[in-house]
């Protein structure tokens, strides 16, 4: 008898990715104590530029929202789960709390 060669070791590990990432970037805008998600995005830079359009649009439009006596909101960045959004979750129009869609 003859002694059996030991098996081959794998040659590497199937790595099975999953279809949907569970971390997210939101963007998150808030008024006073009450927020909510704008936006979500599978990158911090992605989340940050769509940010920063957003504080523009509201600085664009700054002289109209203190004559009419709006509260500005301020917009973060966040991570987030995807199990973490609200259930039938929208995206926010930068300027949608003017329209009453913020809450």
Known sequence: MSPEAPPAPALGVASLS??????????????????RIAE?????????????WREQ????????????????????????????LPRGWRPLPALGFLRGQFS
């Not at 999953?18 to 927020?35: K, M, N, P, Q, S």
């Not at 911090?44 to 769509?50: G, I, M, P």
């Not at 664009?60 to 203190?66: D, Q, S, W």
């Open 18 to 35: 999953r279809a949907r990432e569970d971390r997210l970037w939101a963007v998150v805008a808030a008024i006073g104590r009450r927020t």
């Open 40 to 52: 979500i995005y599978p990158s911090r830079a992605a989340a940050d530029a769509d940010r920063s």
């Open 57 to 84: 649009q509201i600085r664009a439009y700054a002289g109209f929202l203190r004559s009419s006596s709006m509260p500005m909101p301020s917009y973060s960045v966040a991570p987030i789960r995807r199990a973490d």
